[in-house]
C-alpha cells in the first residue's frame, strides 16, 4: 500500500490527549497551531494523488477558525462567561452541523449498561435506566452532562463498560437494544482503529470509493479541534470540578436543542491500549451518551423508553478464582521469551525464523508487561483483549517454521490463552448475538 502522509497524520492524531500541567486552553492553543502545521505539511507532500487538492486545501482556513473558536468559547468558561460561552459554542456547532462525521446504530446490536451496586431490585428495569430527573441531587457530572442533569450512558461493549464504572467486585449488568424504526444517529467521537484506517487509505485510493473516502477524511480533519476539545483525558474522575468536561457538557446540551442526531459516540479515555480492538459486529468499541429531553412524572425521558427495550438484569461479583489460571499463562510467556534468545545464541537462524520468532516475543512482553500491573482487574481485561488481539493477528504466525518454539506458542495460545479468554467470557456471559428477529427476553424499560 501506498505511503501518505495524510493518513500517518490520522494515525498520530488518533491517540489519547492529556493536558498535564497546562490549562485546556494553554493545550489546547499549542495543540492546535502543531496540527495546523502539520496538516498543511501533509495535503502538500500528498498534493499530487489528492483528489481535489484545492477542497484539502481550502480545510486549513476552516480549521483555523475553528480552532480559535474552541479556545475563545474556552476563554468565556474560564472567565465564568458561560452565557456567552453557550452562544458562541451553539454557533459554532450549527456551522458545522454537516461537517460531523456520524455513526449510525443498527437496531438489531446490542448494547450494555452497568450500575455498581448489589442492592437493585433485579425486577425493576428502571433501575438500569437513566437516572431520574425527579432525583437530581443524585446525578453528578460526567463527560457529557452537567451536575443534576439526566444522561444515559451505553456501551457496545460489556468489558468498556465495567471498565468505565471503576472495576466494581460486585454490580448490575444488561443488554439493551433500540426498537426505534430508525438506527441511532450518532455523533462519531470515537477513534480510528487500525483496520477501519487501513479500509479508508484503501478507498482513498481506489478510484470508485475515493470521493466517499475523500468527504470522510475531509470531515475529520475539519471538526478535529471540536473533537479535540471534547476528548481530554482526564487525571482524577472524582474531583469535585473537572476543568476537561466543560466543553463536551456544552457539546450535548447543543445536541439536546435540536433533533438532528441522538447523542455522541466516543472512545474511553481511561485505557486505549485495550478498546482498539472491534465489537462482535465488526465495528470499533466505542460508549454512547443519549441526552434526556421530555419526562414523564416519574423523571424518566419518554422517548429513550420507546426507543429502547432491555433484557433480564443480571448480578455479577468478581472473586479471585477468575484470576487463578493466570499465572500459568505468564510462566510459559517468560519460558519462551528465554528460550527464543537461547535459540538464536545456539543456532544461525533464518530471516523467516527471526521474523516468527519476533512476533511470539512481542505477544509474551505483553503478557509479562500485564502481570506487573497492580490491579487483578485490569489483568482480567488486558488478557481478554490481548486474546483478541492474537486471534486477529496469528495468521501472521508462521505455523511452517520448522521450530518446536512456534509448536509451543500455538499450544499455549489454544490451551491457555483462549481457553482464559473463554472462561473471561462465559462468566460475563458475552456471546455472539443471535441474529435479529430470533426470540429474546427483551421487553419494554418502562
Not at 449488568?173 to 438506527?183: A, D, F, Q, R, Y
Amino acid at each position: 500500500m501506498s505511503n501518505s502522509s495524510l493518513f500517518d497524520l490520522l494515525i498520530k492524531y488518533n491517540d489519547a490527549l492529556y493536558r498535564g500541567n497546562n490549562t485546556v486552553s494553554q493545550f489546547l492553543e499549542k495543540h492546535f497551531e502543531i496540527y495546523i502545521k502539520e496538516y498543511t505539511t501533509a495535503i502538500s507532500a500528498d498534493k499530487e494523488r489528492i483528489n481535489h487538492y484545492s477542497l484539502f486545501q481550502e480545510e486549513i482556513i476552516k480549521i483555523d477558525e475553528c480552532s480559535k473558536s474552541v479556545l475563545d468559547i474556552l476563554s468565556d468558561c474560564q472567565n465564568k462567561n458561560y452565557d456567552s460561552a453557550k452562544r458562541k459554542a451553539f454557533k459554532l456547532f450549527d456551522k458545522h452541523k454537516k461537517d460531523f462525521p456520524i455513526i449510525e446504530h443498527q437496531n438489531a446490536r446490542e448494547l450494555y449498561h452497568i450500575r455498581n451496586s448489589a442492592d437493585f431490585n433485579l425486577d425493576d428495569k428502571k433501575e438500569m435506566f437513566h437516572i431520574s430527573n425527579n432525583k437530581k441531587e443524585l446525578i453528578t457530572a460526567h463527560r457529557y452532562n452537567l451536575s443534576g442533569e439526566p444522561c444515559w450512558y451505553l456501551s457496545n461493549d460489556l468489558y468498556l463498560c465495567w471498565l468505565e464504572c471503576d472495576l466494581p467486585d460486585i454490580f448490575c449488568w444488561c443488554k439493551i437494544k433500540t426498537v426505534s424504526e430508525k438506527p441511532l444517529k450518532l455523533i462519531n467521537f470515537f477513534r480510528w482503529n487500525l483496520d477501519s484506517l487501513y479500509t479508508l487509505k484503501n478507498d482513498f485510493f481506489s478510484n470508485d470509493k475515493k470521493k466517499k473516502a475523500n468527504d470522510e477524511i475531509l470531515k475529520y480533519y475539519t471538526t478535529y479541534p471540536i473533537f479535540a476539545a471534547c476528548s481530554l483525558k482526564v487525571e482524577n474522575r472524582n474531583a469535585q470540578f473537572v476543568e476537561e468536561y466543560l466543553f463536551p457538557q456544552l457539546f450535548m446540551s447543543w445536541i439536546k436543542s435540536n433533533n438532528d442526531f441522538d447523542g455522541v459516540a466516543y472512545s474511553t479515555e481511561l485505557n486505549k491500549t485495550l478498546f482498539k480492538g472491534k465489537s462482535h459486529y465488526g465495528e470499533p468499541i466505542f460508549n454512547i451518551a443519549l441526552p434526556t429531553k421530555c419526562f414523564n412524572k416519574d423523571g424518566y425521558d419518554i422517548s429513550l423508553a420507546n426507543d429502547f427495550e432491555m433484557n433480564s438484569i443480571n448480578k455479577l461479583q468478581i472473586t479471585e478464582e477468575i484470576f487463578s489460571e493466570f499465572n500459568s499463562v505468564l510462566d510459559e510467556a517468560k519460558l519462551l521469551i528465554n528460550d527464543i534468545y537461547a535459540f538464536w545464541a545456539t543456532y544461525n537462524c533464518s530471516m523467516s525464523n527471526i521474523k516468527t520468532h519476533r512476533q511470539i516475543l512481542s505477544i509474551c512482553e505483553s503478557i509479562i508487561a500485564i502481570s506487573e500491573m497492580k490491579n487483578k482487574k485490569e489483568n482480567f481485561l488486558n488478557i481478554a483483549y490481548i486474546s483478541i488481539e492474537i486471534d486477529r493477528h496469528i495468521e501472521l504466525i508462521d505455523k511452517k517454521c520448522p521450530c518446536e518454539l512456534v509448536n509451543r506458542f500455538s499450544k499455549m495460545v489454544s490451551d491457555k490463552i483462549f481457553s482464559l479468554k473463554n472462561k473471561f467470557d462465559t462468566f460475563f456471559e458475552i456471546t455472539v448475538p443471535e441474529k435479529a428477529g430470533t426470540e429474546n427476553s427483551y421487553s419494554k424499560i418502562l
